[in-house]
């Protein structure tokens, strides 16, 4: 994962693999430490280098969600996949958070 703070309190995560119970707890405490030492008002989660994920991957999507929106910032997911965004879609997040799918030419390293 990478991570692109910049001047306007924006905040990029670059995810990379996949985001099943083996990897969301490190991803999640990276993630939550980083919130508390920037306190972004816009926070992206750019899923285009996600290769799978599973309800803990939501999990840890709405999480970010939840906090985020609790301290009034704002959070956009991008490079979701058809199949990932078909999950968000089922789930009802699809409403709540703003969301791109992955471009034809993007795909998961």
């Known amino acids: 994962m990478s991570i692109e703070p910049d001047e306007e309190g924006s905040v ?27 306190r972004p008002l816009s926070v992206i989660l750019d899923l285009s280098g996600v290769t799978f994920t599973d309800s803990a991957g939501l999990g840890l999507i709405l ?6 929106s609790g301290y009034g910032g704002k959070m956009k997911l991008t490079g979701v996949s058809d199949e990932f965004m078909k999950i968000l879609r089922l789930a009802g997040t ?11 030419t993007q795909t998961a390293v």
């Not at 999480?63 to 985020?68: A, D, H, L, V």
């Not at 699809?94 to 034809?104: A, C, M, P």
Request: aromatic residues 10%; proline residues 0%.
């Open 12 to 38: 990029i995560f670059r995810l990379k693999g996949e985001l099943d119970h083996h990897s969301v707890k490190e991803i999640r405490e990276t993630i939550d430490g980083k919130l508390i030492d920037y």
């Open 63 to 68: 999480g970010r969600y939840t906090r985020i």
């Open 94 to 104: 699809d409403r709540f958070i703003e969301t791109e799918k992955r471009k034809k």
